[in-house]
C-alpha cells in the first residue's frame, strides 16, 4: 500500500512563508501525478498545485504567484513553498498522489497538516 507522509505546515502571520514537503513510500508503483489541496472549514477540498513526473504544474488562481509546488522524482517528494501568505490560505492541506500499480491506477491522500495565517 503506498502511504504519503507529509511533514511542514504550522501557524505564521500573514505575509509570511511555509513549506510543505510529502513523501512517498510502499511498494512498486508507478507515480504520475503528486501534489497538493486543501480543505478549510465548511468548504470543499479544492486543488491547490500538483506536478506531474515531467514537470507540468498547475495550480489554483487564488495561489498562482505564491505558490511553488515543485517534485524530487528520485525521492518521489512533493514539495510546496507558499510565500505571501493570507489568512484565507488557512486550511487542512493534503498531500496527493496518482500512482499506477500494475494495471491498476489510483488516487492516494495524506492524512493532512495543518496550515494557519494569523492576520
Known amino acids: 500500500q503506498l502511504q504519503l507522509e507529509e511533514s511542514g505546515g504550522g501557524l505564521v502571520q500573514a505575509g509570511g512563508s511555509l513549506s510543505l514537503s510529502c513523501a512517498a513510500s510502499?511498494?512498486?508503483?508507478?507515480?504520475?501525478?503528486m501534489g497538493w489541496y486543501r480543505q478549510a472549514p465548511g468548504k470543499v477540498r479544492e486543488l491547490v498545485a500538483v506536478i506531474t513526473n515531467d514537470g507540468t504544474t498547475n495550480s489554483a488562481d487564488s495561489v498562482k504567484g505564491r505558490f511553488t509546488v515543485s517534485r524530487d522524482n528520485a525521492k518521489n517528494t512533493v514539495y510546496l513553498q507558499m510565500n505571501s501568505l493570507k489568512p484565507e490560505d488557512t486550511a487542512v492541506y493534503y498531500c496527493?498522489?496518482?500512482?499506477?500499480?500494475?494495471?491498476?491506477?489510483?488516487?492516494?491522500w495524506g492524512q493532512g497538516t495543518q496550515v494557519t495565517v494569523s492576520s
Open positions: 496527493y498522489c496518482r500512482a499506477r500499480r500494475r494495471i491498476l491506477t489510483s488516487a492516494y
Open positions: 510502499g511498494g512498486d508503483f508507478n507515480i504520475n501525478r
